[in-house]
């Protein structure tokens, strides 16, 4: 669509789902500048952000601004499908990437499509494809399992069902929180599974991590700073986990073989690496 001044982004009546910069703010597109310079009303996540962007970007808001996050979204969505309804544009954008992708709007797009309200998209940055796409790790077949669980007994319970998953998988995660959870998904996954950590991404301090699951642990034992998008290979079918021979360890350790040993004796029977048998023997060894 041309961003001709004489041609709007958005028709009347629809709503427009807008991606914004993950980072660097000169990946916004014309499009969007001219849409929220065009919006009769603008959803944003947080509306100080959205000001400090279109000050960023030099431009001015003329439309009405409305807070759209995860604790009002639900009471929002009737305003938002009226008000187009009644003939003007409203325009959906999140503090970061494409809105509905981890953010707000799935409701009020399932809504609309439902009293056939036109809705369509504004295409740009996306923390999960740029994430993916410099991992490295195959992209033919991937899932996108959104931020991981804060409590350890679902966050434990998520991975178990995801063990076994062939695709890429990619994942949010708070900076406080990536530790445990790597260490959570090399008891589980096996500490040898590759994964690339990507922090800050698009921004000056972007940085991309890459080893396997133990090798990101040891990276991140001191702590992380920034936004975090983290990409993990999928199962291979043909590869032995440690996870897999963990209760022979443990049989062995109870039936009186020092633990190491044990981890010995099922990496010579294996070819599994004896300390990341040991490792897992350990999580796993009841308290």
């Known amino acids: 669509m041309s961003t001709d001044e004489n041609q709007p982004v958005q028709r009347s009546g629809s709503i427009l789902l807008a991606a914004t910069p993950i980072g660097d703010t000169d990946d916004a597109s014309p499009r969007l500048i001219h849409a929220l310079a065009e919006a009769d009303l603008v959803a944003a996540e947080d509306t100080r952000r ?9 431009i001015r808001i003329n439309g009405e601004i409305k807070s759209f996050h995860e604790h009002n979204e639900r ?3 009737e305003e938002l499908l009226h008000r187009a309804e009644d003939g003007e544009r409203v325009l959906v954008v999140s503090d ?17 499509a439902k009293r056939g309200v036109p809705v369509s998209a504004l295409p740009g940055p996306s923390a999960v494809l740029t994430a993916l796409s410099v991992s490295g790790l195959p992209t033919d077949r991937f899932c ?6 804060r409590k350890e007994g679902d966050r434990r319970r ?6 076994e998953e062939r695709r890429t998988m990619v994942f949010f995660e708070s900076a406080k929180r990536i530790h445990e959870s790597l260490t959570d998904m090399a008891n589980i996954f096996g500490g040898g599974r590759q994964a690339v ?10 940085e991309i991590i890459r ?32 996870e897999d021979y963990v209760a022979r360890v443990l049989q062995l ?28 023997a350990i999580a796993r060894k009841p308290e």
Do not use: Q, W
Request: a negative charge; hydrophobic letters at 35%; charged letters at 30%.
């Open 144 to 149: 996108f399992e959104g931020f991981i669980n």
């Open 253 to 280: 350790a109870n039936d009186g073989m020092k633990l190491k040993e044990a981890a010995k004796l099922v990496s010579e029977e294996t070819g599994i690496r004896k300390n990341e048998l040991y490792r897992a």
């Open 197 to 206: 950590l990507c922090r800050e991404l698009t921004k000056t301090h972007e």
């Open 158 to 163: 998520h991975l178990e069902e995801l063990k």
């Open 75 to 77: 009471d929002r969505v």
């Open 50 to 58: 959205l000001l400090k962007l279109a000050s960023r970007l030099g």
């Open 96 to 112: 970061a990437g494409m809105p509905t992708i981890s953010d707000p709007g799935y409701r009020v797009v399932s809504e609309a």
């Open 211 to 242: 080893g396997d699951l133990n090798h990101l642990i040891y990276e991140t034992r001191d702590g992380v700073l920034g936004e975090l998008t983290l990409v993990v290979a999928g199962a291979d079918p043909s590869e032995k986990n440690a």
